[in-house]
């Protein structure tokens, strides 16, 4: 019994001496003129000003177009990031970019794939309304020596099918490249609610951060509104998952705003994680 005591000692000790990681997903909103009040101009700076606020060791974005990601860019000169343009592989269409800070994690790899049957490729997927990839990159805590990998994607808005075989895509590409051993952290706009088959599917292999978080999940249980605050859905469509050698310490999708405006039609979701 003292030996049990002592040894779930000795592991909190080990725990609480590695610095969490604060990691936010958020869907930026695709930068368009006929978003009006709402277009990126007039949120850019507060997007980049709540990352800097939660203090986000690494934040992952979806619908980022080119200009868009060269604005985040400037707004962390500190940060690199992972990803390419869905469109062509470089700088066509929207990225689901991976942004880290370089003074504490080095990245050892990092890619994209389509989801798709020819994900290698620049391709369209089943029957996707567009062009979806997936970014990961491997990422070593400086201070801990800790790694672990972290991919973001995008699923498709229209396609059952694309969606469907895109999370066994996915799931097939975490045994690919992490393998079994090393903690992954899959997050993303997956346009699905949490009943959903493909929800499911990755649910069988992940842990869902809203449900195995060790604080209660704080905010809103909606991550989609449309920038009003009128008739919020009840349904989540943004996601963080984990494999089990992470511990999420905290969960939250953020209701930020500002005279009464969003910064983006999602909120973000920031989770606390422990390597």
Known sequence: MKRTFFLWMLFLAVVSSAQP????????????????????????????????FH????????????????????????????????DDGKREGEFSAIFYDVKRFRKMEGGTFWLSETPERCSFGWDAACRRV???????????????????????????????ESAKLILKKIREIPGEDLPVVL???????????PIGLIRQKLQDAYQVTLQPPYGSVATYHGFTYDDLPRERIDY????????????GALTDSRDRKFFSDHLPVLVTLQF
């Open 21 to 52: 990681v604060e990691l936010i997903t958020y869907n930026i909103r695709l930068n368009t003129p006929g978003d009006g009040e709402h277009a990126w101009p007039y949120r850019k700076q507060h997007v980049a000003a709540l990352f800097r």
């Open 55 to 86: 203090r986000a060791d690494i934040f992952c974005v979806q619908e980022a177009l080119p200009g868009q990601v060269d604005d985040l860019a400037r707004a962390f000169p500190g940060y690199s990031f992972e990803g390419v343009g869905r």
């Open 134 to 164: 997936c970014t990961w990159v491997k990422l070593e805590d400086r201070d801990s020596g800790a790694t672990f990998f972290v991919f973001n994607t995008h699923f498709d808005h229209v396609g059952e099918v694309a969606r469907k």
């Open 187 to 197: 997050c993303g706009d997956f346009n699905l609610s949490p009943e959903s088959e």
């Open 240 to 251: 963080v998952f984990v494999t089990e050698q992470v511990k999420v310490l905290r969960y």
